[in-house]
Structures are given as C-alpha cells and as structure tokens.
Nanobody, 128 residues
Framework: QVQLVESGGGLVQAGGSLSLSCAAS????????MGWFRQALGKEREFVAA????????YYADSVKGRFTISRNIPKNTLYLQMNSLKPEDTAVYYC?????????????????????WGQGTQVTVSS
C-alpha cells in the first residue's frame, strides 16, 4: 500500500502558475509509476499527466501539453506537477495516484482504473 498526500492547490488568476506536490510513503517510491488526474465539478475524472518509475518517461493530456510538467524526486519520495499558463478550464480537484507497475504504456498511463492508490485531492481554482 502507498499513502499519498497532495498539497499546493489554491486560487490563481488565469495565466498564472501553481505547483502541486504529492508526498508518498509506504512502498519504495522508485518501484511504481505515478500520475496526476483531475475532476471538475459535475465531470468525470480525467487524465492530466503520468511518469514512469525513474522519471525518464512522461505522458501528458493534449489539453495540458506544453503548459504542465510532471516530475518526481526519488530521494524525497515526492511527485510534482508544475502548472503554468493556467486557464479557467483547469479548475478542478487534482489527484495524484500510484500505479501497480514501474513502467506503463500510454494507454495505462491514461486509464484511472489501472492506478491502485489515490490521494485525497487538492483544489485548484483559476479565475478569469
């Protein structure tokens, strides 16, 4: 089991930046891939970004490509999501998740059902 705790959400104006963190514990941090998902009010949870065990392979949703950057610091057991050029449509609760495998395909990265541990979420609100 992995315990995940997100932080860093908040209110920001359109065009601004936020950095989310996800602290992990309970399992060797370098043994599993991780992802970020988001869920806006009244909508389904959607894929944002994912990263393999080493950080050498990343995946992004088209809607955030070029604006968001996912990374991980293995010694600190922490996953990050740097969000730049934020838009009102980025408003959502953001969740980090741990995958069963250390290496994942694009399809696995984007499928929330393939992740087995989730954090509690952190709210990101982008005002226009």
């Amino acid at each position: 089991q992995v315990q995940l705790v997100e932080s860093g959400g908040g209110l920001v104006q359109a065009g601004g930046s936020l950095s989310l963190s996800c602290a992990a514990s309970g399992r060797t941090f370098s043994s599993y891939a991780m992802g970020w998902f988001r869920q806006a009010l009244g909508k389904e949870r959607e894929f944002v970004a994912a990263i393999n065990w080493s950080g050498g392979t990343t995946y992004y949703a088209d809607s955030v490509k070029g604006r968001f950057t996912i990374s991980r610091n293995i010694p600190k057991n922490t996953l990050y999501l740097q969000m730049n050029s934020l838009k009102p449509e980025d408003t959502a609760v953001y969740y980090c998740a741990a995958h069963n495998s250390d290496e994942i395909t694009t399809a696995q990265a984007m499928d929330p059902l393939s992740y087995y541990n989730w954090g509690q979420g952190t709210q990101v609100t982008v005002s226009s």
